[in-house]
């Protein structure tokens, strides 16, 4: 099995503070969902977090099985929402054995990329039911003229804390093309790929925003003091030199595909 990314068990660290401030989905994300599934569908969640997606799939009819594998971020999504229609299981989707039926539907937003790459495939041919739903959501920061230069202004600071931006630059809005929409494309196992897009910018003022880059991974992973100050800089930048206003240019990706039977 292909080595796990490192880092997706730090969210544990800050399961509050992640609540807080992580924000939801597009309803029409939701809408365009269940027009794929039957009513009332079984969900698998991989990586519910404190329940940013699951609150909006249990209000749409699903029964859900969350996997997370944080446990006190498990114990905020029992704490934030009660239902008769959840279930909460602290573990490893890559290990988590079938139990039960087999599912409508795996669901996973912002969380699908820490699992394994052969796992992201292999594991919902025997979870899913034979004409079952993938879908995966991504949250994807864009380059768009709504951040009014701001991230490419805060990109000394960044550097200054060993955070620089690495990697492809941001893709445009119409340039979406998130990673497991290839790999389910080219994998005979799966039929009727498709992507959805949703315009999503959030907007967050200075204590928003530092509260947002605590709940990320690679924040978490910083040592301290380095992850305060770094964090303390981002906020007097954004109330100093942003007027106290962030806006992030975000793009949801959708992306679904059929288990052939």
């Keep these: 099995m292909a080595k796990r990314p490192v880092g997706r068990e730090s969210f ?8 807080e401030i992580r924000p939801g989905y597009p309803p029409a994300l939701y809408a365009d969902l269940c027009r794929l599934l039957p009513p009332r569908p079984l969900i698998l969640e991989v990586g519910p977090g404190t329940g940013q997606a699951t609150r909006d799939l249990l209000a749409h009819g699903a029964l859900v099985d969350a996997v997370e594998i944080g446990p006190a971020m498990a114990a905020k999504l029992r704490e934030v929402l009660r239902s008769d229609h959840l279930k909460v299981i602290v573990g490893d ?4 054995p079938r139990t039960g039926p087999r599912y409508d539907a ?18 919902p041919t025997r979870l899913l039911k034979s004409g079952g739903v993938i879908a995966v959501a991504d949250i994807v920061q864009v380059d768009s003229e709504t951040d009014h ?15 620089g931006h690495t990697g492809p630059a941001a893709p445009k809005r119409d340039q ?11 994998d005979p196992r799966y039929s009727n790929v498709m992507l959805r ?12 925003y530092r509260k947002l880059m605590l709940s990320y991974s690679g924040t978490q992973m910083m040592k301290e003091p380095a992850r305060t100050a770094l964090v303390d800089d981002m906020g007097h930048f954004v109330r100093d030199r942003f007027d106290d206003r962030v806006t992030r240019p975000l793009v949801v990706a959708l992306t679904t595909a059929t288990l052939v039977g």
């Design 106 to 123: 795996i669901f996973s937003a912002t969380a699908y990329h820490w699992i394994a790459s052969d796992a992201q495939l292999e594991r």
């Design 149 to 163: 230069g701001f991230f490419a202004a805060v990109q000394p600071i960044y550097e200054r804390y060993g955070q």
């Design 197 to 208: 897009t949703y315009d999503w910018d959030q907007t967050y003022s200075a204590s928003g």
């Design 176 to 186: 979406v093309e998130p990673k497991i929409r290839q790999s389910l494309q080219c």
């Design 93 to 96: 989707f890559e290990q988590v």
């Design 12 to 19: 544990d660290n800050v399961a509050n503070v992640y609540d």
